[in-house]
C-alpha cells in the first residue's frame, strides 16, 4: 500500500497568512493527487485533483503543486473560512490512501 | 446539481449487521466508479470500498474485506455498503463518494454507524 504522509499535523495561523501544507508519498504516485478541506461535522470537499488542478467553484488562492513522491498545498492569503482540516489522497492506486490531515488553526 | 444522500446507519451490537445505502442523484450511477469511505471519531478519513463505472471492479481495503460487500441498484440508482460481521473498530461516520480519476467529489452528508455492546 502507499503511504501518505502530511506536515505539519497542526499549523497556526492568522488570517491574511500564507500557508503551505506538504504531503509526501512511499513511492511515486506520478500526479493522482488529491487534497479535500473538511470543516467540523461536515463532509470533506475536494480542493485540488491532478495535483495542481482546481476544482470548479474553488478560491484562486488554493494552488497545488508537486509531482512524483512531494506535493504541497498553498492558501496564499488565509481567509476565516479556510481554517479546517485538509487531506491529501493518493488514486494511483488501490487501496486509495489519505493523509493523516492537517489542522489549520487560528493563531 | 450532482448529490448523494447516504441512509442506513444505526446503533448494532458486535457481530451484527447493516446496510447502507447512498442515493444518488443529478447523474447516472453506471458511468461513474462510485466509492465508500469511513472516518472514526476524531479521526481522520479512511478509504473503504470501490465500485467502477461498469461494475465489474471491485476494490475493497484489507480492513473490511471478507465482511462489507459494495453493489447497486441501477433501477434506483443506489449505492450501496452491506456490512457484516461488525466490530467495534467499524464505528464511523460512512460517507459516498462519486469518483472521476480517482478524485471523490461529491460526498454524501454521512451517516454514522455505531459498533458497542
Known amino acids: 500500500d502507499i503511504q501518505m504522509t502530511q506536515s505539519p499535523s497542526t499549523l497556526s495561523a492568522s488570517v491574511g497568512d500564507r500557508v503551505t501544507i506538504t504531503c509526501r508519498a512511499s513511492?511515486?504516485?506520478?500526479?493522482?493527487l488529491a487534497w479535500y478541506q473538511q470543516n467540523p461535522g461536515k463532509a470533506p470537499k475536494l480542493l485540488i485533483y491532478?495535483?495542481?488542478s482546481l476544482e470548479s467553484g474553488v478560491p484562486s488562492r488554493f494552488t497545488g503543486s508537486g509531482s512524483g513522491t512531494e506535493f504541497t498545498l498553498t492558501i496564499s492569503s488565509l481567509q476565516p473560512d479556510d481554517f479546517a482540516t485538509y487531506y491529501c489522497?493518493?488514486?494511483?492506486?488501490?487501496?486509495?490512501?489519505f493523509g493523516q490531515g492537517t489542522k489549520l488553526e487560528i493563531k | 446539481e450532482e448529490q448523494l444522500l447516504e441512509s442506513g446507519g444505526h446503533f448494532v451490537q458486535p457481530g451484527g449487521s447493516l446496510r447502507l445505502s447512498c442515493a444518488a442523484s443529478?447523474?447516472?450511477?453506471?458511468?461513474?466508479?462510485m466509492n465508500w469511505v469511513r472516518q472514526a471519531p476524531g479521526k481522520g478519513l479512511e478509504w473503504v470500498s470501490s465500485?467502477?463505472?461498469?461494475?465489474?471492479?471491485?476494490h475493497y481495503a484489507d480492513s473490511v474485506k471478507g465482511r462489507f460487500t459494495i453493489s447497486r441498484d441501477n433501477s434506483k440508482n443506489t449505492l450501496y455498503l452491506h456490512l457484516n460481521t461488525l466490530r467495534a473498530d467499524d464505528t464511523a461516520m460512512y460517507y459516498c463518494?462519486?469518483?472521476?480519476?480517482?478524485?471523490?467529489?461529491?460526498w454524501g452528508q454521512g451517516t454514522l454507524v455505531t459498533v458497542s455492546s
Open positions: 491532478r495535483a495542481s
Open positions: 463518494a462519486k469518483a472521476r480519476s480517482g478524485d471523490l467529489s461529491p
Open positions: 443529478g447523474f447516472t450511477l453506471t458511468s461513474y466508479s
Open positions: 465500485l467502477s463505472a461498469n461494475g465489474l471492479a471491485i
Open positions: 489522497q493518493q488514486y494511483s492506486s488501490f487501496p486509495y490512501t
Open positions: 513511492q511515486s504516485i506520478t500526479g493522482w
